[in-house]
């Protein structure tokens, strides 16, 4: 094996001295020093050898290696890589084009889907009043979907027709309020947290339909929480949101998880109150739901009700998004078409 090392060395050497150009001095790098080439081969039959003839053939190994790769170098240096030219040169950067004035192609820049937009535009209102932001599952119990949020067995948002259950007691959540409950259950008050995700309901899809939509709920708990607080609160979103011109109006209503319930109504800020086709005529437009927590709902979570009181609120992003861009058909929203995405 040393003789054959000695061999390779001097053809080695030999071959490189001949070499014309870097390329044959390339191929002659791969031919002895690559991964598969003649010096290794030689040097994974050295575990072969006899144990006290293994370091001295190994040694001579690495000597003609380390031989070869120096002549090697320093053949390279006599023939400079030669870089095929295919246009100008700009600081040092070639150039397909042969006009060299002619402006760059700058590379198409995405941004925030609209309904992002809104839901960062809320909560950055929220914020701004101390609410922080608070994610729970969509995959949903029973429990917290229905059950701990006051809502009795017969009413008929239970009705596999009106939710998507995956198994008897589990389903896609219908709105998010049930964050509310699982963050009333990890915390004492004072709280204030605002939950925004995406629901799902088997509606039929059509322009103001969608199986699947998003929600923000807010939700304040402390002592001595009012309907002044819940009213001032709202007024101050709708004309963040919406104009400070908006005025807000407060109907009564009826939901299992709040007492008393309430819609609220925002002036049009597209006809300011005179009558328009998106107000139906009627000035006002109808924005979200909310209302005083209902104590069983503290009852579910092991609250004081004489002690703490609370307001909560739900809303549609996709609502919102439609009135303050004049869209008129939700499914805008899920198509991917960048023709209707690039207007935002």
Not at 224 to 244: H, N, Q, W, Y
Not at 292 to 303: C, I, L
Request: glycine content about 6%; hydrophobic content about 40%; charged content about 30%.
């Amino acid at each position: 094996m040393k003789k054959r090392l000695q061999q390779i060395q001097k053809k080695a050497k030999e071959e490189i001295a001949s070499a014309s150009s870097w390329e044959m001095v390339d191929k002659l790098r791969i031919k002895y020093l690559a991964r598969r080439g003649l010096i290794a081969q030689e040097m994974s039959q050295i575990g072969s050898l006899p144990e006290d003839e293994r370091p001295e053939v190994g040694r001579l190994a690495n000597e003609v290696r380390k031989q070869v790769s120096r002549l090697i170098n320093e053949a390279k240096t006599r023939f400079p890589r030669k870089f095929r030219q295919v246009g100008p040169r700009i600081k040092g950067q070639i150039v397909k084009s042969k006009d060299i004035t002619i402006p760059g192609k700058r590379p198409p820049q995405g941004h925030l889907h609209p309904i992002t937009q809104i839901t960062e535009e809320i909560i950055d209102v929220f914020s701004r009043l101390g609410f922080s932001v608070v994610e729970g599952p969509e995959v949903e119990l029973e429990y917290y979907n229905f059950t701990a949020l006051n809502i009795p067995r017969d009413h008929p948002s239970r009705d596999p027709y009106d939710t998507f259950y995956v198994k008897e007691d589990v389903l896609l959540r219908s709105h998010t309020s049930p964050v509310q409950i699982r963050v009333m259950e990890a915390a004492q008050p004072p709280i204030r947290v605002l939950i925004p995700g995406r629901t799902y309901r088997p509606d039929t899809v059509d322009a103001t339909h969608h199986f699947m939509f998003h929600q923000i709920e807010g939700l304040m708990v402390d002592e001595d929480v009012s309907m002044a607080d819940l009213k001032t609160v709202l007024s101050i979103f709708a004309r963040e949101v919406f104009g400070f011109e908006v005025k807000t109006r407060f109907r009564p209503s009826f939901f299992p998880f709040t007492e008393p319930s309430a819609d609220m109504d925002i002036s049009c800020f597209l006809c300011k109150g005179k009558g328009c086709a998106v107000c139906g005529q009627t000035g006002w437009i109808e924005i979200l739901g909310a209302g005083m927590v209902d104590p069983k709902v503290f009852e579910a979570v092991g609250y004081d009700t004489e002690k703490y009181t609370g307001f909560a609120f739900g809303l549609g992003v996709e609502r919102v998004a439609m009135l303050k861009f004049g869209i008129d058909d939700i499914r805008l929203f899920f198509e991917d078409d960048l023709r209707f995405l690039r207007q935002f």
